[in-house]
């Protein structure tokens, strides 16, 4: 690979770590900075009981940004969420400008208020198994997100979230 | 009212029996056992929709108060629903939750439902159709034509719905146990074939009947930001929940204001066949099922109790076979942006239920539960659970209100 070609991966990498980090620390509107104006964000699945493959969740830049600025209207479960995540590939596009990003990601529940704090706040659970599908571009050494799919190994949601994964 | 002391508090409210229930029909072992007996084993439960078995030798599998369950579609297209149990040695015959019997399986044959452990194998219709080396081992004392399998009550309707009845004679046809509370909708879904799009499931720790108590009743818009703003105007409260026999239950339609949630649209582009656009039914029905249409989104939840503070509700949508892409896409957008695991309001739905189970877990002190508020049967109205309770009672002989002492209607509990 190029020093470019590198470089270019490492700035995918550098921008889907501070995504995760971003998220973690329900940071939305930086985390948002990150994302092309017209950046296309989903959650899918495939559900092998009813054989299809489905969406859970889909917005653009501009809901995600409505939707995360009326959070604290609505009633959540206010236990954090947290991501360990590891960039698996990253196939940098024939220009050079754009690139295509495998990670593999585990969320973690941090109980706080969701079902009897007094137990089990502290504690953390396995919330959710997935990949980050991220389609990047590349300027100036600076990796935007043009599109992320979510694709959920996790099908049993239990009580689910208000917030982006 | 000031705070009240141990024996204020334990104090039977002042309103009439049947208005309020005692927390042990949600936190009693025993009676949740009583349950599964008298009531998941004797009604209809509807299981999966038949989209999720669409060709022959499709399979799907379920189950209903412990005992497992398998659907299966015969080559004359009959969807057919048996005891998942080989006859052999008690092994659960199929293990997936779906999938095709037309490739034969590491044990057995194509278009055959093969038990792993032994070998045996049935037919769609569930005639035991082979017995490894059956004579060198039973002689003449038993012969597969013996070892069917325990076929179940199964039909399809209600939108396409599979529904078993693990009783054999059951008090009533499908049509008569569900029919009367279906027809609002009746048109809507049973015009042109459904199709499942979405599925996700939650195990929460909470009775099932806590569920259902959420999906019949409306007051607790109060904790959904999203209903609060397109929904509390005078057509909602104008809506009416009408009480059927059986302990269903249903609530009539108004239009839905989706634009004055922002980021939201308005969906009236997107119906159902011969369904208003922008109108909202909910049809909820005993022992536990809900059925919800709501403009271009259609979804079913299905209780499964697991214990008395335990429940897994199956979510599901569904859109119009028929549907173009674009049509299912706004189909799923609707859905999930209410209802999807990262919607607006399940999940606040769910946080409710499960905050209930956490204070009424097994061996908290008996606590009455309020169902008084009566509103001439308008939307706020808790007639759909009191309906619902003096059902329940019927069927488990107890006095919701006391469920210590046998059922008693609430006229003559009131007599008392
Ligand atoms: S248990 Fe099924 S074949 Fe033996
Ligand atoms: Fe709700």
Redesign the pocket.
Same mark, same amino acid.
């Given at each position: 690979m190029s020093a470019n070609g590198a470089a270019t991966v490492e700035a995918v990498k550098d921008a889907i770590y501070r995504s995760c980090l971003l998220l973690d620390d329900e940071k939305w509107e930086e985390w948002l900075s990150l994302c092309d104006d017209g950046f296309q964000y989903s959650i899918k699945a495939f559900s092998p009981e009813i054989n299809y493959d489905m969406i859970y969740f889909s917005a653009d830049r501009n809901h995600l940004s409505t939707m995360t600025e009326q959070l604290p209207k609505h009633n959540t479960d206010h236990s954090p969420l947290k991501r360990h995540s590891v960039v698996y590939t990253v196939d940098v596009g024939e220009d050079g400008k754009t690139a295509t990003a495998v990670t593999s990601l585990v969320v973690y529940q941090n109980m706080l208020d969701g079902i009897n704090s007094h137990l089990d706040s502290g504690e953390n659970h396995l919330f959710l198994v997935g990949r980050y599908v991220d389609k990047l571009k590349v300027d100036n050494g600076r990796a935007t997100f043009l599109e992320r799919e979510v694709r959920l190994e996790t099908r049993r949601l239990d009580k689910g979230s208000h917030w982006p994964i | 009212m000031p705070a009240r002391n141990r024996k204020q508090w334990m104090t039977d409210p002042q309103l009439p029996r049947g208005d309020w229930v005692d927390s042990r029909v949600y936190s009693d072992p025993e009676i949740y056992e009583e349950e599964l007996e008298k009531i998941f084993k004797k009604v209809w439960i509807p299981l999966c929709h038949e989209s999720e078995l669409p060709e022959p030798y499709d399979f799907r599998t379920a189950t209903i108060a412990h005992e497992p369950v398998i659907m299966t579609r015969g080559p004359d297209n009959a969807v057919r629903a048996f005891l998942n149990v +080989?006859? &052999?040695?008690? =092994?659960m015959?199929e293990r997936r939750p779906s999938g095709s019997f037309l490739e034969g399986q590491p044990s057995g044959n194509p278009k055959r439902m093969t +038990? =792993?452990? &032994?070998?045996?194998q049935f037919d769609m219709k569930g005639n035991c159709v082979y017995i490894?080396r059956e004579k060198e081992g039973y002689q003449d004392r038993i012969c597969k034509e013996g070892q069917g399998l325990r076929r179940l009550r199964c039909e399809v309707g209600m939108g396409g719905f599979v529904w078993v009845c693990l009783d054999d004679q059951p008090e009533h046809s499908l049509e008569e146990w569900a029919g009367k509370p279906f027809e609002c909708i009746r048109e809507a879904i049973d015009t042109e074939p459904l199709e499942v799009f979405h599925y996700h499931k939650a195990i929460i720790g909470t009775n099932y009947k806590l569920w259902h108590d959420t999906n019949s009743e409306f007051y607790h818009d109060y904790m959904h930001y999203h209903n609060r703003v397109t929904g509390f105007n005078d057509e909602y409260f104008a809506r009416k929940n009408i009480a059927f026999d059986h302990g269903h239950v249903n609530v009539s339609s108004f239009e839905v204001k989706y634009e004055e949630y922002e980021g939201f649209e308005s969906r009236e582009e997107l119906s159902f066949p011969k369904f208003p656009p922008n109108q909202w039914y909910m049809v909820d029905l005993f022992p536990g099922m809900n059925f919800n249409l709501r403009g271009s989104a259609f979804r079913c939840d299905i209780v499964t109790p697991l214990g008395p503070n335990e429940v897994m509700i199956e979510f599901r949508g569904l859109g119009v076979k028929s549907d173009t892409p674009e049509q299912r896409r706004t189909r799923i957008d609707h859905h999930n942006s209410i209802w999807g695991p990262f919607g607006r309001n399940l999940h606040e739905d769910l946080i409710g239920v499960a905050g209930q189970g956490t204070a009424m877990r097994p061996g908290t002190e008996p606590r009455r539960i309020l169902h008084g508020r009566h509103e001439d049967n308008y939307i706020h109205d808790e007639v759909g659970m009191r309906h619902y309770y003096d059902e329940w009672g019927k069927w488990v002989n107890r006095l919701p209100s006391d469920p210590t002492q046998a059922y008693k209607s609430p006229a003559a509990a009131a007599a008392e």
């Open positions: - | +080989c006859p &052999h040695r008690g =092994m015959i +038990c =792993m452990f &032994h070998a045996w490894s």
